[in-house]
T-cell receptor, first 117, second 112 residues
Framework: EPEVTQTPSHQVTQMGQEVILRCVPISNHLYFYWYRQILGQKVEFLVSFYNNEISEKSEIFDDQFSVERPDGSNFTLKIRSTKLEDSAMYFC???????????????FGQGTRLTVV | GDSVTQMEGPVTLSEEAFLTINCTYTATGYPSLFWYVQYPGEGLQLLLKATKADDKGSNKGFEATYRKETTSFHLEKGSVQVSDSAVYFCALLAYNNNDMRFGAGTRLTVKP
């Protein structure tokens, strides 16, 4: 069964460093997402991406964040200068596009746990 | 904006008890509604979904009915098991965008 894969599963970085979180969405999906979940808290939307551009973004997704689809398979989230409060589980997701909206649930990866020290 | 509100946990039940986790939503138009489950140490997995009013989603003994009149999508299971212990998230996908919105999550612990 196709699945969304994320690497690494856990990353530790020093405050102020740049990190890149990587995701391989399901191959025939057209929408890609990043969400984050601070430990014990709710899942928060960061950004959605369609047709090689950002479709929507939340207020959390400020200038320190960027996303990219560098090739036909990868979808990355870059955090330029990490802060302690960026420590969280980051989930990538992808979904199909359906005019009838019958198959557009998001499929999630296992997440990357980012720890900023 | 579109949002989902679900009952706060944690919820602790004995095995074979009846489960209800309430979820209500606010949205313009006709959203699709979902329940996701997150087992300890894992990512989010789709549990069930409903895409229009009066639809009932069901999976693994869990059910939820899309109630437009009460803007609700409550999750129910008649007899929970220890293996159902997880965090359950209600989610909404608005008709006119692809930004899935999640509730805060409800942690369920089932004791033998």
């Amino acid at each position: 069964e196709p699945e969304v894969t994320q690497t690494p599963s856990h990353q530790v970085t020093q405050m102020g460093q740049e990190v890149i979180l990587r995701c391989v969405p399901i191959s025939n999906h057209l929408y890609f997402y990043w969400y984050r979940q601070i430990l014990g808290q709710k899942v928060e939307f960061l950004v959605s991406f369609y047709n090689n551009e950002i479709s929507e973004k939340s207020e959390i997704f400020d200038d320190q964040f960027s996303v990219e689809r560098p090739d036909g398979s990868n979808f990355t989230l870059k955090i330029r200068s990490t802060k302690l409060e960026d420590s969280a589980m980051y989930f990538c997701a992808s979904s199909e596009w359906s005019r009838e909206r019958t198959n557009t649930e998001a499929f999630f990866g296992q997440g990357t746990r980012l720890t900023v020290v | 904006g579109d949002s989902v509100t679900q009952m706060e946990g944690p919820v602790t039940l004995s095995e074979e008890a009846f489960l209800t986790i309430n979820c209500t939503y606010t949205a313009t138009g006709y959203p699709s509604l979902f329940w996701y489950v997150q087992y300890p140490g894992e990512g989010l997995q789709l549990l069930l979904k409903a895409t229009k009013a009066d639809d009932k989603g069901s999976n693994k003994g869990f059910e939820a009915t899309y109630r437009k009149e009460t803007t609700s999508f409550h999750l129910e299971k008649g007899s929970v098991q220890v293996s159902d212990s997880a965090v359950y998230f209600c989610a909404l996908l608005a008709y006119n965008n692809n930004d899935m919105r999640f509730g805060a999550g409800t942690r369920l612990t089932v004791k033998p």
